[in-house]
């Protein structure tokens, strides 16, 4: 396992793009600092950049970089931080520092810290976030398995790391921070 974990790292600092297991499904992720890489990533699921993208983390201190959280009361702080590591997704107020290449029109990003325990091992083995999409062409429905990212997807990314899927069965629910407000079902 480490090895495999290893090599996803060496991809993702090398630019890559891998596949990657996570509660729901297969993810998508490459590092958030490299805009070539988030492009590279883009292309692949042909989505547009105007949508903006996840990050996904082992802990709260890799996603404070990019997140500004002036703009919150404690209370919608801890709204967040108490439903992590889980499939809980928050959208937050980003710092101007922030690339556009992950928050597309927004001035905002999606971030969410995973409780799948391969996730959490890459994220700390790498230091850092990595953005974070469903593994699947536009037009398909996200793999749930290795060989459905081999399927879809060889030829197009740089590694697979093998792994498991957790028991979730939807891709994670996606909220507002300071509103509270649904944007998509879990």
Known sequence: MTENLQQACQILRSGGVIAYATEAVFGLGCDPDNEIAVHKLLQIKQRPIEKGLILIAASWEQLAPYLDVSLLTEEQLQRAQKSWPGPYTWVFPTKISTPKWLTGQFSSLAVRISAHPQVQALCLMYGKPMVSTSANLTS???????????????????????GDIGKQTNPSEIRDVITNQLIRAG
């Open 140 to 162: 398909l429905p996200p793999c749930r398995t290795v060989e459905e990212v081999r399927s879809q997807l060889t030829g197009r990314i740089d590694y697979i790391l093998p």
